[in-house]
């Protein structure tokens, strides 16, 4: 973060540190540990999944190194040749758990925070539109945003899944398509607090172009709520996408999602091989839980009605 | 007020039917119709004459008209799978995800409202701490987790409870019921509970917002100055307040419980419209999954529209305003 910001300015007389606003936000966050602790356990699911192929004790998508022999194995078994120690057990496939869940965790969090940060983008135009052109235009897009909103989250996935098909790809488009119109919603109402006030007149004033105005003053003082939607949607969107999956419509069996790990052990959860269903719901479990701490202290730090 | 009315049901109505060409677009055009309407096993002569029976090689408004006119009719098309009428079907499963859907709610109330007045009175204790971190576990566990790990300690581990489906039943009113014989609401007990988690939070939550707003209010403080118990306080003056939006909240979010009901009765085989839907897209049977797009649409714009006019009765502000 240093990178970002000033250093301080060593001088003899020993001057309070300069504050930035980031430095303020960052010392507010840090405020609460519990955040903190978040943050870091996010942080390391991010890195666990990115490093996953050069940490994973097996690549679980390579159907030539699973070993049909191993399939059921109880957490902390050997594997039939010896070389590999199933700490979390295997799947009916033979398939590392523990491998299974870093893997897993990468298409989670890949289709999690990418219909994110498109549904952001798509909600935040529009809604930055709906609250500069105003009149029809915002009347036409208030009520869109509406009507997504009045139909719960998982009806409008269902819908969509059932026009397109099952797959990856039109999970993330029905995830877009629910998630738009909470950012619409939140950017329209802080655009048009902010647009009335006296740096927008003074914009104005100067005759820069509509576009520079919107993206270059108005767009970058709607960003604080516009954080906090996206750090819960996110969370929001890996929760779904693990409900879809497990319901057999999202990712395809040969590369299974947290989700889908979780529904590969619903069958033999009734024979007491519990570490199938079980471990995969601890990891999206912990990855949610630590997303929902994060944005709910943001939430907090960056509302100006809490300031002191 | 009939003007009010009036007007909101124009809405409602257009809300309807926007859903309806969305609905239509979505089976009609997007995909192959043919592919969607027509069973997969029927062969030349039989595709042939669906085609003609269904209209397909007339222009796509006309289609829609005639689909809009069967639709009011209460016709949606056949079932593949099942080779009854899809509302039909729609309409023998309901009774099962209302019943989930109801005892959901009622155990939302039933547990959310005395822990969150609890949390309310006492914010800083260590049982509100605790019942506040628990709300938070609530929004943020995957249902269909929850319901797995449900059936591992409850019907697996300890045997106390029936892992999947309804139970015995009873016939009342021409539909069968589960939660009047007790092997039935053994049945029901975990599926319901599962789906009332989110429930069970969100009012935990509405109600201690509502509590440690209201312990502030003139009244309240008027009423102890009075020298009024403080039981009385709490259930009379305090309780009445914080219950209108609770009502309010649990009843817009009745129509979200029966859609993620989908989730629940997916993990417990529990045979309601959820299960049904699910069952449809993955065997691709089309005119079902457009009977339940189509009947589940309407029911939330029969559920938003009562909200919004018990309001305006509750709150005559409402009304006032959209003239």
């Known amino acids: ?308 | 007020m009939s003007v009010y009315l009036l007007r909101r049901l124009i809405q409602a109505a257009l809300v309807m039917l926007a859903m309806s060409v969305i609905v239509f677009i979505g089976v009609y055009a997007i995909g192959d119709p043919v592919e969607i309407l027509i069973s997969p096993d029927a062969d030349q002569a039989e595709r042939a004459r669906a085609i003609a029976a269904l209209g397909l090689d007339k222009p796509l408004w006309e289609q829609y008209f005639s689909f809009l006119g069967n639709a009011l009719r209460g016709d949606l098309g056949r079932s593949f799978v099942f080779n009854e009428p899809a509302l039909q079907l729609i309409a023998q499963r309901a009774p099962a995800t209302l019943e989930l859907a109801f005892g959901a709610t009622f155990l939302a109330v039933l547990v959310g409202l005395p822990l969150g007045l609890y949390a309310g009175l006492r914010p800083n204790g260590v049982g509100a701490k605790t019942i506040m971190a628990g709300s938070i576990l609530g929004f943020s566990l995957p249902t269909f987790w929850v319901g797995l790990m449900l059936i591992m300690v409850f019907a697996v581990q300890l045997g106390w409870l029936p892992s999947t489906g309804r139970g015995e039943t009873v016939e009342v009113l021409g539909m069968r019921w589960s939660f009047l014989t007790w092997n039935g609401l053994t049945h029901m007990a975990m599926p319901a509970l599962n789906l009332a988690l989110f429930k069970i939070s969100l009012v935990i939550r509405l109600t201690r917002a509502g509590v440690r707003e209201t312990m502030l209010m003139d009244y309240v403080k008027f009423a102890r100055a009075k020298g009024l118990a403080p039981k009385r306080i709490i259930g009379v003056h305090v309780f009445k307040n914080i219950l209108i939006p609770v009502v309010t909240v649990v009843g817009l979010e009745l129509g979200s419980t029966i859609a993620f009901s989908v989730v629940t009765e997916s993990v417990f085989a529990w045979p309601g419209m959820g299960k049904l839907i699910i069952d449809s897209i993955n065997v691709l049977d089309r005119p079902v999954i457009v009977a339940y797009l189509m009947s589940i649409v309407f029911m939330f714009i029969v559920i938003n529209l009562i909200v919004d006019l018990l309001y305006s009765v509750l709150d005559p502000r409402v009304r006032l305003e959209s003239k």
């Open chain 1, 1 to 308: 973060m240093s990178a970002t910001t000033a250093p301080p300015v060593p001088t003899e007389t020993k001057a309070p540190r300069v504050e930035t606003p980031l430095r303020r936000f960052i010392s507010e966050f840090a405020e609460s540990k519990m955040a903190v602790g978040a943050l870091i356990v996010f942080l390391a699911i991010v890195l666990i999944a990115i490093f996953a192929p050069l940490i994973s004790p097996q690549n679980p998508y390579d159907l030539a190194q699973l070993d049909i022999m191993d399939g059921r194995l109880e957490p902390g078994s050997k594997s039939g040749d010896g070389s590999i120690t199933y700490w979390l057990g295997t799947d009916d496939q033979g398939r590392d758990m523990l491998s299974g869940i870093m893997y897993g965790l990468r298409i989670s969090l890949v289709v999690g925070a990418g219909s994110a940060i498109v549904a952001a983008l798509v909600g935040a135009s529009l809604g930055m539109l709906a609250a500069y052109a105003g009149g029809r235009t915002d009347t036409v897009i208030m009520r869109l945003v509406d009507l997504q909103l009045s139909f719960p989250t998982i009806l409008s996935a269902l819908m969509i899944l059932a026009f397109l098909g099952k797959g990856v790809m039109n999970v993330v488009i029905a995830l877009i398509v629910v998630e738009w119109a909470y950012y619409a919603r939140t950017v329209r109402g802080t655009a048009l607090v902010e647009r009335r006030r006296e740096y927008i007149e003074a914009a104005q004033c100067l005759a820069l172009p509509t576009r520079r105005i919107i993206f270059r003053h108005l767009l970058p003082n709607c960003m604080p709520p516009l954080i906090v939607v996206a750090t819960i949607q996110i969370a929001r969107a890996i929760a779904l996408e693990a409900t879809l999956s497990f319901l057999g419509l999202g990712v395809p069996i040969t590369e299974p999602s947290l989700g889908l790990l979780i529904a590969n052990g619903y069958e033999y959860m009734l024979s007491g091989k519990y570490w199938i269903s079980f471990y995969p719901g601890i990891a999206l479990l912990i990855t949610i839980v630590s997303i929902n701490l994060v944005g709910d202290h943001l939430r907090d730090v960056l509302n100006p009605r809490l300031k002191k």
